[in-house]
């Protein structure tokens, strides 16, 4: 299995732009996570999923950011419009069941300039 | 809600020595998951060690352990003959098992570093 798959790597934006991250999570897996880590704030939860339905989003932001998970295989966070301080690495995370630990992508570093 | 505690910011280590890295948490759940991740400087967040509330025998892999005190709400993990390696940020994480709570929760993080 090639993992937890992220993209882009990177991403260098300027203020006000819409930025898209992808993420496809493991096949079979029936939950996905989207956190956010800062060096402030560590690592938070922004939104999850349990069969492609958003559970708890109660940790996004504002309503610049909206995630959907239109199938099994792939999700996307959004921020529209983008701003400096959502400069951060944004992880995408998938589990299996309930009792797992999650298999993480390696992450989205977003610049906002 | 569910917090993780990190105390120790920063541990440093001599190669082929012993380190114990802290962790406690605070929930009111009597059955739930808590996890070790590592985190080198790829960023790339690795699975270090896995264990079951309901399991009193503490897990072990490899060279990684854990001391899982249910009652005093500890997990600390230790890390024996360290190695180069093993330099990166450690997370400790608590993940629940009731309704609405199957999210991992983290700790600030500590750094180690190994010296050679």
């Known amino acids: 299995d090639a993992g937890v798959i992220q993209s882009p790597r990177h991403e260098v934006t300027e203020m006000g732009q819409e930025v898209t991250l992808r993420c496809k999570p493991i096949?079979?897996?029936?939950?996905l996570f989207w956190y956010r880590q800062t060096m402030m704030r560590g690592l938070e939860l922004l939104i999850y999923?349990?069969?492609?339905?958003?559970?708890?989003d109660s940790g996004m932001p504002e309503d610049r950011f909206s995630a959907k998970m239109p199938n099994a295989s792939f999700s996307t966070l959004k921020i529209q419009p983008s701003e400096p301080r959502d400069s951060a690495v944004y992880f995408c995370?998938?589990?299996?069941?309930?009792?797992?630990?999650?298999?993480f992508g390696s992450g989205t570093r977003l610049t906002v300039v | 809600a569910q917090t993780v505690t990190q105390s120790q910011p920063e541990m440093s280590v001599q190669e082929a020595e012993t380190v114990t890295l802290s962790c406690t948490y605070d929930?009111?759940?009597?059955?739930?998951?808590l996890f070790w991740y590592k985190q080198p400087p790829s960023r790339q967040m690795i699975l270090v060690i896995r264990?079951?509330?309901?399991?009193?025998q503490n897990a072990t892999e490899n060279r990684f352990s854990v001391n899982f005190q249910k009652a005093a709400k500890s997990f600390s993990l230790k890390i024996s003959d360290s190695q180069l390696g093993d330099a990166a940020m450690y997370f400790c994480?608590?993940?629940?098992?009731?309704?609405?709570?199957?999210?991992?929760?983290f700790g600030k993080g500590t750094k180690l570093s190994v010296i050679p």
């Open positions: 995370a998938s589990s299996l069941g309930t009792g797992e630990g999650y298999t």
């Open positions: 096949s079979g897996h029936d939950y």
């Open positions: 999923f349990n069969n492609n339905v958003p559970i708890d």
């Open positions: 929930t009111s759940e009597s059955d739930y998951y």
């Open positions: 264990q079951e509330a309901y399991k009193q």
């Open positions: 994480a608590y993940r629940g098992t009731g309704a609405g709570s199957y999210q991992l929760t």
